[in-house]
Nanobody
């Protein structure tokens, strides 16, 4: 069973920042594209950002460009999502995902449980 474990969510005031982390087995997800999605209650899951296995390429959803930054550690066991200038509409659950295929439209093969981000105005 795929295991991706997110952390770093919490409550923050508008304009603040949070750094989300997703830990996983490098052996299980070797060569996978790793990414973040988010989902508000009653709404469809939305793509946030993705990063290649080597970390040389990244791709963002339009709303995330300029505010969010995806990265990964050198050991390739953790990816991060730096979320900046947070807005109340960023109050959603953020989920880590492992994807096969292309950076921009790969298929998700594993999900984390998610971490809640709450932004107050």
């Amino acid at each position: 069973q795929a295991q991706l474990v997110e952390s770093g969510g919490g409550s923050v005031q508008a304009g603040g920042s949070l750094r989300l982390s997703c830990a996983f087995s490098a052996r299980t997800f070797s060569s996978y594209v790793m990414g973040w999605f988010r989902q508000a209650p009653g709404k469809e899951r939305k793509f946030v950002a993705a990063i290649t296995w080597g970390g040389s390429e990244t791709y963002y959803g339009d709303f995330a460009k300029g505010r969010f930054l995806i990265s990964r550690d050198g050991a390739r066991t953790t990816i991060f999502l730096q979320t900046n200038t947070l807005r109340p509409e960023d109050t959603v659950v953020y989920c880590c995902a492992a994807r096969t295929g292309a950076l921009r439209n790969g298929s998700v093969v594993g999900w984390g449980q998610g971490t809640q981000v709450t932004v107050s105005s």
